[in-house]
């Protein structure tokens, strides 16, 4: 079955603190990935999309993400976290094959002062 | 330009009620689609509607359903609650279809007691 994996259940920062969300997915062909990102009482909102060209896509407040075709990744970056940072990230994945968009568990990110 | 709305916010219910969400999606946008929000299970796909008609489903029980009114609005239906079906039910509307960005409403948060 098609899926998507975060491995990352919990991450704990400090700030100024380098970040690395991992994100795998299970489908062949073509597809369109995506990092949300979920701040506390707020709603889901896109912080960056991959859909062709450079894989090294870069998104809102600072975040970025590389997608590595052979190994089926999409890991989210950024260099240095800010407390406002705190939030659940997830990792979404549509195939052209099937449509859906597909979501991982999430990560949820605490960042300390 | 108005988001994704989703009502109502907040509903407590009694198991083996029915309910009824609704979503109105952003103007001009015509894909709608629905997820179930849990601790530890993060977003799973209920299913999409696209002019009127349900393109995608996830792996739900048929007491989950939904339709798609001629003005893009949708509504969520689930008949016979149970404990399980407590979750925050997300709304998200694209443009044309899954593999454009989705933008996804606040959500209605349902308890069944």
């Known amino acids: 079955a098609q899926s998507v994996s975060q491995h990352n259940h919990h991450v704990i920062l400090s700030e100024a603190a380098s970040l690395e969300l991992g994100c795998n997915y299970s489908y062949g062909g073509t597809v369109n990935l995506f990092w949300y990102v979920q701040y506390p009482g707020q709603h889901l909102q896109l912080l960056l999309k991959y859909f062709s060209g450079d894989p090294l896509v870069k998104g809102i407040k600072g975040f970025e993400a590389e997608f590595i075709k052979s190994k089926f990744s999409f890991n989210l970056r950024k260099p240095s976290v800010q407390w406002s940072d705190t939030a659940e990230y997830f990792c979404a994945v549509i195939s052209y094959n099937t449509d859906k968009l597909i979501f991982g568990t999430g990560t949820r990110l605490q960042v300390f002062p | 330009k108005a988001g994704v709305t989703q009502t109502p916010r907040y509903l407590i219910k009694t198991r083996g009620q029915q309910v009824t969400l609704s979503c109105s999606p952003i103007s001009g946008h015509r894909s709608v689609s629905w997820y179930q929000q849990t601790p530890g299970q993060g977003l799973q796909f209920l299913f999409e509607y696209f002019s009127e008609t349900q393109r995608n489903k996830g792996n739900f029980p048929g007491r989950f359903s939904g339709r798609q009114f001629s003005n893009s609005r949708s509504e969520m239906n689930v008949s016979t609650l149970e404990l399980g079906d407590s979750a925050l039910y997300l709304c998200?509307?694209?443009?044309?279809?899954?593999?454009?960005?989705?933008?996804f409403g606040q959500g209605t948060r349902l308890t069944v007691v």
């Open positions: 998200a509307s694209s443009i044309q279809d899954g593999t454009t960005e989705a933008f």
